[in-house]
C-alpha cells in the first residue's frame, strides 16, 4: 500500500465525519492533491476514496464541491464515475471546470448536452476538441449561443449536417454568422444559401473567399425573401414587424418593383406599403391613402416615379385592390381609369409630382379623414 495514501487515510475519514466548511475543505484539498500526484492506488484503496468522495459529493456545499471540480478537472487518472458526477452537477459552477478540461468520452458529453441546461452545453462547446458526434448534439439544442460558440471554436469538426442545421439558424443571428465564415467546412453552395443575410461587410468576404457568380446571387435572394416572407407570415398585419422585414430589404437594395408584387401577391398589403414609402420617401399613412385611393390616380404616380414598367404597374393595381374589405373583382373601369393615368404621366413629371406632396400634404390628409370618416 502506498505510504503517503496510508497516512492519509485516517484524516480523511476523519475529516469526511466532520460536518463543518473548514474540514470539507481541508478533504477535498487532500483528495485533490491524491490524483494530482498521480498515486498508484490498489483495489482497496481505490474502494475507500469512492466512499470518502461519494460522501463528499453528496453532503457538502456548492463551494466546496466547486473546488473539487477545478483542482480534479485536470487530473489524469481520476474515476470516470466521479468526473461523470461532477459533470452532471445540478451546479453549473461546479460541471463548467470538468466538462471543459476533464477526460470524458463523447457518450459522456451528449448525455450532459442532452440532460442539462444551456450552461452545460455552453462549457462542452468551449472544448479544445470536439467531435462531430458531441457537436450534432449541441447544435441539436437549438441554443443560438452554445452554437455560435461551436462555430467559433476551429477545435469543434462540424459535420454538413449540423453545418446546415448552423446555416439556417444564422439567418437570424449575426454573432453566428460570423463565425460561419472562418469555418473550414463552410462550401460554396452552403455560402450562397447563407449570402443575402449577411451585413454587406460580411457579403463582401463571402464574394472574396468564393466568388460567387451574379446569377446564383440573384437566385439566393428570390429564395431569402421566400424564407424570410414565410417566417413573418403570421405578423403580416404587424406595423413594427413589417417595418423591419422592410429594413431588411432596404440594406439589401431589394425593394424592386418585382419583389413588391411578391410581397403582394402572398398577401404582405402592409409590408407592400412600408416598401412604397421607403422608395418614395413619402409618409406610410399617405402612401396607405394613395394606394387605397379609388381609380389608381395616386398609385400611378408612385409607380411612374419608380420608372415601374406598365405590365407590372398592372399587376401592382390589381393585387393592391385586394387589400380593400370584400375586394374580389376589379371593376374594369377602374383598371381602365388606372391605366389611363399611368399613360398621361411620365417618370420626371411624376417626380416633381411626388416632391409637391412632401411640400403640402394636406390633399393626402384631408382624403385620409374622408377615407376613416
Known amino acids: 500500500m502506498n505510504v503517503t495514501i496510508s497516512q492519509r487515510l485516517p484524516e480523511m475519514f476523519s ?14 484539498n487532500i483528495l ?3 490524483f494530482l500526484e498521480n ?27 466547486q473546488l473539487l471540480a477545478h483542482r480534479l478537472a485536470k487530473a489524469e487518472n481520476v474515476p470516470h464515475r466521479v468526473l461523470l458526477s461532477l459533470a452532471c452537477d445540478s451546479e453549473a459552477a461546479v460541471a463548467i471546470p470538468i466538462l471543459k478540461n476533464a477526460l470524458l468520452k463523447d457518450d459522456d458529453l451528449i448525455y450532459v448536452v442532452e440532460a442539462h441546461g444551456h450552461d452545460h452545453a455552453l462549457a462542452v ?49 449575426n454573432k453566428l454568422q460570423e463565425g460561419l465564415l472562418l469555418r473550414p467546412e463552410l462550401t460554396l453552395d452552403m455560402g450562397v444559401q447563407l449570402y443575402w443575410w449577411l451585413e454587406s461587410e460580411m457579403r ?13 446571387v440573384e437566385e439566393a435572394l428570390e429564395q431569402s425573401i421566400n424564407d424570410l416572407l414565410t417566417n413573418v407570415e403570421a405578423d403580416r398585419n404587424d406595423s413594427m414587424a413589417m417595418l423591419k422585414v422592410a429594413e431588411w430589404f432596404e440594406a439589401r437594395g431589394a425593394i424592386t418593383s418585382k419583389v ?36 389608381g390616380r395616386p398609385l ?3 409607380c411612374r416615379a419608380m420608372d415601374v414598367d406598365k405590365p407590372s404597374f398592372v399587376s401592382i393595381f390589381l393585387l393592391s385592390r385586394g387589400a380593400r374589405p370584400g375586394e374580389q373583382i376589379v371593376n374594369p373601369r377602374e383598371l381602365s381609369q388606372a391605366i389611363s393615368a399611368y399613360d398621361r404621366v411620365d417618370a ?25 370618416q
Open 300 to 302: 400611378s404616380v408612385l
Open 204 to 216: 463582401r468576404a463571402m464574394i472574396k473567399r468564393f466568388g460567387i457568380p451574379s446569377g446564383q
Open 348 to 372: 420626371p413629371t411624376a417626380r416633381k409630382i411626388i416632391d409637391s406632396w412632401k411640400k403640402n400634404p394636406n390633399f393626402i390628409l384631408d382624403r385620409l379623414k374622408q377615407v376613416l
Open 260 to 295: 413588391m408584387i411578391h410581397c403582394l401577391r402572398m398577401g404582405f398589403f402592409k409590408l407592400f406599403d412600408i416598401l412604397l414609402a421607403k422608395k418614395t420617401t413619402l409618409d406610410i399613412p399617405m402612401v396607405e391613402t394613395m394606394v387605397a385611393e379609388d381609380g
Open 32 to 34: 485533490a492533491d491524491v
Open 15 to 28: 475529516l469526511a465525519r466532520e460536518r463543518s466548511e473548514e474540514s470539507r475543505v481541508r478533504l477535498a
Open 125 to 173: 462547446a468551449e472544448r479544445a476538441l470536439i467531435s462531430e458526434a458531441v457537436v450534432d448534439a449541441l447544435v441539436a439544442t437549438g441554443d443560438l449561443d452554445v452554437m455560435t460558440t461551436v462555430a467559433e471554436n476551429l477545435g469543434a469538426k462540424i459535420s454538413p449536417r449540423a453545418m446546415h442545421v448552423l446555416i439556417e439558424a444564422a439567418r437570424f443571428g
Open 39 to 65: 498515486s498508484q492506488l490498489n483495489e482497496r484503496e481505490q474502494l475507500l476514496l469512492n466512499e470518502i468522495i461519494d460522501e463528499l459529493i453528496g453532503n457538502t456545499t456548492t463551494q466546496v464541491r
